[in-house]
């Protein structure tokens, strides 16, 4: 059984209701605008209209199963959690002077209770399922412990019993080594032969030591020995780290077999994580590894090797745009910045199509058409080299959401908790665990306007909420942003960045053929 994490509704027009949740969610409360709730699924949470404390949009929760993290929207009549008010706006401020504000984010635990003005009150339920501490099986009637007192199945705790009497043996035979290197003492023998040596002779009878051959095969075989001591993930070495991100480090490796350097992120689990999630991210982890495009990264494997989780990926010795875009003062030419795009939305078109098997939590296999980024930015287009015209590459396909899903980081920084607000529609936000294809081409749309002026589509800078500005604020014009740029080639990206009523260019192929013609016209 999976966490769930479960919203009773004890106050207000849906009061006696729930809602639950077992994966990641960003759920958006509140009295949502027609345009919102359309065509959406109900993971979200319309309030009706007769609780009129609750703003149209009131506040947020972030749901990783077991954490739950909630943020107000500058709601007209406050966010209360367990009674102490932790959001509002000012009477004095309208609703668009609200939007510009920054709102806190605050962590529940199951037994909250978080209302929405007077009229509407909810309580948090958190179901963490028990786990063997040892095996990590879902336990349905605790009886054993371990050592450390932690709770473990029934096959776990046969199987201490079964290594409890080993140690015992273990232990006897300690003492009959230590009785048996006292005797060897007393009457030493050739290390090579076994042949009885006097007490102070050399380890090696005169006989072995006029045999090089035996004196060889010895060595060696004692080397071999040694060598099984040191164990390496997937045979790997490591040559230095290449880089930090919110899934952990990666790092520059080297096959010992072959030589052939290829990057590996490593990545530790947080103890929030439970056996069925790891098995799901490693599950989506396996996805990435499918997909096979010159304009995607490869990831060769993916695995464990105790608590370190590793994705071994193709090697891009050019770095990421963000990268690119630091040698070249902050902002990319025409030229370069075109080149890459139309790369990378040739990669997303394909990973739109492309059909790979997924292993679901059961085990079977099931065929799956389509996989959808969720988190493309300059940050994940990394480049083949460093010359002029490399090969963009986009890396971490579905990654993110699986890794945050399977609750093996924490959520700590405003704004990284569901992704990167600076690089998604707002439709992403509305509906995230459902969103398409078309939120990567936005995405892609957003990655070219930052590559060619340095900034964001739309104003982060006022020191407002990242989500805030995502959901309620419009991109600005490119040219407001570089003049320079080409009218036509401007139009192209301002339309694509189009988010009401719905997303201006839907497909990558769309995408493609508005650039070529204006990029031709230039």
Known sequence: MPVKVKLKFTKGSLKGEEKCYEQKECVIIGRLPKEDIKDIDNKNIVIPKTDTTVSRYHCMLDITPPSVIVRDFGSLNGTYLNGEKIGQRDTSLSVEEARKQQYNEFPMKSGDRLGLGCDCEIELDIAIPQYCADCFCEIDQQGFTNAEHQPICANCHAKAEERKKKDEKEKLDEIAKIAYDKEKRNNPKCQICGEPIPLDAPAICEKCQKDPIKQIMHLLFRDIKRSGDVQQIAGYKHIRELGRGGMGTVWLVEETKTGEKMAMKLMIQQAAANEQARKMFLREAYNACQLKHPNIVEHYKSGRSGDIYYI???????????????????????????????????????????????????????????????????????????????????????????????????????GEAAGSPWFMPRQQIIDYRYAKTDVDVWAAAASYYNMLTGFYPKDFSSGQDPFAVALYSNPIPIRERNSKIPEKLAKVIDTALIERPEIGIKTELQLINEIEKAYRSL
């Open 312 to 414: 071994l990926m193709e090697y891009c010795a050019g770095g990421s745009v963000v990268d690119l875009m630091k040698k070249h003062g902050g902002k990319l030419d025409i030229d370069t910045a075109t080149h890459i795009i139309l790369q990378v939305l040739d990669g997303l078109l394909y990973s739109r199509k492309v059909q790979v098997v997924s292993i679901l939590a059961d085990g079977s296999e099931k065929n799956v058409v389509g996989i959808v980024h969720r988190d493309l930015k300059p940050a994940n287009i990394f480049l083949s080299d460093t010359s002029s015209r490399p090969v963009a590459k986009i890396a971490d396909f579905g990654l993110a959401k699986a890794f945050q899903t399977a609750g093996l980081t924490n959520n700590t920084v405003s």
